[in-house]
């Protein structure tokens, strides 16, 4: 098979961010995310990309009550506090008219309407799957609400990204959550990047935690782990959905550290051309609102990385696929093997 460029995006607004920042702390990131939506569209429409949008699930409501209405009565019970957004319901608005930080039907649909895009979970309610107290059974709880408010858009899930990259995979402790998203239909998810500095369960727990952090820094400018790049039909799994793991995370734009943004396109640029060659897949992934800020100097990065996308596409056949397009793809490959 043929390398592939997978890009998902973790929509969440301020349910993303809403126990470390208040709205206002982030509001001209949180405002910004319709401009920034539009201009992905058209930037991918542009360069033939496809995006998966990994969708937190409060977020396709069109009002509180119905917001609540598919809640699920088993909620998360985190041992924090802090964690549990739904605490947050009462002082939020009624509608994204009002209150567009919380809701985004017309977003959802405008990216629907395209045709080109996934839309995928990202849980409900923004479930930490690794946070104390929280349950599997909640879990579950949680996905059957976000797959049922989905389908009131007419919207079908297919694959889910665990929210700040909670999940485990080689872990047998976090496979009952793999099991939940196979039993309900959700056939891939985002694993993480397959470096030691990535997949440490909790960093906090460990010696000289911040360590990890400041590797995980330069890691974005400098080879610190490798390309990251995986030959996806080797992680074909039956039993369970199928692992697209993070090659990158696309850091925003940093006026402090724009004298190194050359260094972090060059990371990027030089994985992208590893896959296409070897024919694995290079999976870019951020958030909408990371954009929010520094808008055109983030897509003029973006734009750079899509045009070495046409040029590995016509040299190696590097193909733009969505999470699921991808699946379809492995599994069509691995049942014609068997």
């Known amino acids: 098979m043929n390398g592939h460029f997978v890009i998902s995006l973790d929509f969440e607004l301020h349910w993303g961010v809403f126990d470390k920042k208040s709205v206002n702390d982030y509001k001209e990131n949180l405002t910004n995310v319709p401009i920034v939506i539009d201009r992905l569209l058209k930037l991918c429409e542009q360069y033939n990309v496809k995006l998966t949008f990994s969708t937190v699930g409060f977020l396709f409501a069109q009002n509180k009550k119905e917001l609540l209405k598919y809640a699920p009565k088993n909620k998360p019970t985190y041992n924090n506090k802090i964690y549990n957004p739904y605490s947050l319901i009462n002082s939020i608005g009624d509608q994204e008219k009002d209150d567009p930080y919380h809701y985004a039907p017309s977003l959802i649909k405008k990216i629907r ?93 460990y010696h000289n935690w911040f360590i990890f952090k400041i590797l995980r820094m330069l890691d974005a400018y400098f080879n610190v782990t490798g390309y990251n790049t995986y030959k996806v039909e080797s992680l074909y799994n039956s039993n369970l959905p199928l692992n697209l793991p993070s090659s990158r995370l696309l850091r925003p734009y940093s006026q402090k550290l724009n004298f190194l943004e050359p260094l972090k396109m060059r990371r990027i640029k030089k994985a992208m051309k590893y896959a296409a060659k070897h024919n694995e897949m290079f999976h870019l992934w951020w958030h909408p609102h990371n954009f929010g800020t520094h808008i055109d100097e983030n897509f003029k990065n973006l734009e750079s990385i899509f045009k070495a996308y046409t040029s590995l596409n016509k040299t190696h056949n590097f193909t733009s696929e969505t999470m699921s397009g991808l699946t379809h793809k492995v599994t069509s490959l691995n049942n014609n093997n068997s």
């Open 113 to 205: 309407d395209t045709n080109a895009h996934e839309i995928s979970s990202h849980t409900y309610c923004h479930f930490y799957s690794h946070k104390p107290g929280q349950t599997v059974e909640q879990f579950e709880d949680d996905i059957k609400s976000a797959i049922e408010i989905a389908k009131s858009m007419n919207v079908k899930i297919e694959s889910l990204v665990f929210p700040r990259n909670m999940i485990d995979a080689e872990k047998t402790i976090d496979h009952p959550y793999l099991y939940v998203l196979k039993k309900h239909g959700i056939t891939s998810f985002r694993g993480k990047e397959e470096a030691h500095i990535y997949t440490i369960h909790t960093t906090k727990f």
